[in-house]
Each structure stands twice: as C-alpha cells, then as structure tokens.
C-alpha cells in the first residue's frame, strides 16, 4: 500500500498548493474552475480552466471560486479543492492522509466547515484548519515561537494578510479592515490607467503580465517595455501599444499606497516593546504579490523599516502547512482549531 501521504493545503483565491509531508511542494496551480452552467459539470480545474478565462462560450463558466479574499461560489470551491487533493493522494480507501489547510481570512465559519468536512470525500481522516498568517510565518521561517515581534504581511491575488505575531499568537491583523488590497487591485490599477491614458481597453491577464514582466514599486534604473494589444476605445478595434515601466509605477502608485497604509494602521495598533522588536528586525513579505519588483524596498523607504521578501514567497503559506505537519510537537500547539476526523 502507498505510505500515507500527509499534506499541508494553501487553498488561496489565486493559486493552491499543496506541501506534501517530507516530499516539499508537490502542487501549485491557478484556483480557477470551468463548468457548464446549465449542469454545473466540470469541464476543466487549474491551469487547463484558467487558460480558458475569458475565452468560454455563455453557457460556459471559468471562474475563481474564492474572490476578494472570500468565497463566491462555496461548491464549485470545494470541488475544486477535492480536484487538487485526489491529484496528490491518490485514492485510498484506509489510511487517508492528515490534512492542515489554510484558507482566506474572509472565509466565514460555515464555509470553513463545508471545506474541511468535504475534504473527507477525499479519503482525508482527519482535516484541520490554520490561520494564515502563522502559517506564512513559519512558512518564511520566522522563528514565532519566541517572546519576540514579528510582523508578516502575506499578499496574495484577492487579498493581503497583515499580522503580528508573538509567542505563536497573532497580536495585531488587519483581518477586521476593510480593504483587503492584493495583487488583483494592481492588475485593476494598471487597467484602469492604460484606459484613462490611452483610451486602450485591456483585460485581467493582459494587466496582470504587464505587472510582472515590467512593472516595479519604484522606478527603474533602467526602462523596460512590453507591447501589448488592446481594444481601441474610440474606434472600438485592436491596436498594439508600447508601454514602459515607468507608466505602471505611475499605474501602481494608489494601490502601493493602500497597502502601505494597511500596513500602518496594524503597525499603530502594536504593543510598544513588539513594535521595537519589528524596527530591529524588519518586516517579511510573502504571497506571490511579494513578488513585484522594488516592493520590499518601497515598503521600506515609506515605512523606514528594514523589509525583505521570504524565500519562495508565493509557497510560504503550504510550506507552513506542511512544516507544521513535519514539527507537530513544535508548532501543533498554535493551531486554535478543533482537529476533524471522519
Ligand atoms: N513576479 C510577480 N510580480 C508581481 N506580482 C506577482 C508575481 N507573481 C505573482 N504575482 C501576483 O501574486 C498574486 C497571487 O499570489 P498568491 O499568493 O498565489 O495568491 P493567493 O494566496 O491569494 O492564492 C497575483 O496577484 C499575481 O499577479
Ligand atoms: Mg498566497
């Protein structure tokens, strides 16, 4: 019989990966899902489905089932979810694997108990939860156990997860605010700033590319251009436009903004002595957000604290998921959550 492989699950509103126990990431992929509306088949789960954003004839769905850091399609999200899960564990009637998962802070508690249960379709035995930001800091390997302040900020697609921990405990967030800016207000500010401009029309996945091939927090030493093709907004056709990376640093500019306030505002709400502790060691990024070129350094240069981004960024919160499976007698005692089993 295979071993039982115990997985760590980052379900994201842009991505899921899974952290197989002692195997590392065994899986990431886009948290899109196609269906056909009228019977609600799937037709197609992560990259496959993705490709296929935008492009669907009507009675066809490709869609993110976890938006703005909350779910909007409960089903469709747990389907997907069992989609990825039975791709890495295969199908085993006894001996299931243990999952830890952690899901966006938006998600309520309903839908937190639909997720986990549904996962036993799976052949899962036992399914527990992880707040996200302890498991991102594990996963950058903070060391959270210590009577010390660290602060994680963990920026994914639909939002992004600032936090204090001390002690394994989450001292300061900003799970209650409002704004939950992530890499999908980026894309929207780059949108938004091609049509003002240009009177261009572009799409998500053309602003998203725009984003990560050229686009930067501060500006550039040096310029970089990327050729795009939009709609025309007065002739209503295709043209092709040069942009340079100074434009979207210009386009960047009210989104960086939110997210350094959003970042200020869980800062003020620190407790003196931890506060000190972040100016002494600085600030960590995760979430593939944390991946847009010069951000450590602007949150640095506005905040006037040291900043840096995790190793792997996008995979901290699986990685976390998974390390905390691996350690469980170091790093089980922070989990706040009842463990299920079928
Ligand atoms: N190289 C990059 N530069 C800037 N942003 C990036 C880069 N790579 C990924 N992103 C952004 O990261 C976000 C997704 O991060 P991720 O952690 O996968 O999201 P989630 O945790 O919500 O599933 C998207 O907005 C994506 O555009
Ligand atoms: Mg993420």
Known sequence: ????????????????????????????????????????????????????????????????????????????????????????????LIGGPRILISVPSGVNEMEKHRITTSLFETGARRTQLIDRPIAAAIGAGLPIGEAYGEMIVDIGGGMTDIAVISQGQIIATNKESADKIGGDAFDDAIIRYIRRKHNLLIGEPTAEDLKISIGSALPRNEQFYMEITGRNLISGLPKVMRITSDEITEALDDPLHDLLEAIQAVLEKTPAELLADIFETGITLSGGGALL????????????VDCHVAEYPQECVARGCGLTLENWSEYGRYLNDRKKRR
């Open 1 to 92: 019989m295979a071993t039982v492989l115990d997985i760590g699950v980052d379900l994201g509103t842009a991505s899921v990966v899974i952290y197989g126990k002692g195997k590392d990431v065994v899986l990431n992929e886009p948290a899109v899902i196609a269906f056909d509306r009228d019977t609600r088949n799937v037709l197609a789960v992560g990259e496959e489905a993705r490709r296929m954003m935008g492009r669907t004839p009507s009675n066809i769905s490709a869609i993110r089932p976890l938006q703005n850091g909350m779910i909007s399609d409960l089903e469709m999200a747990c389907t997907m979810l069992r989609y990825f899960v039975g791709k890495v564990v295969g199908k085993r």
């Open 293 to 304: 070129s010069g951000l450590s350094e602007a949150v640095a240069l506005s905040l006037k």
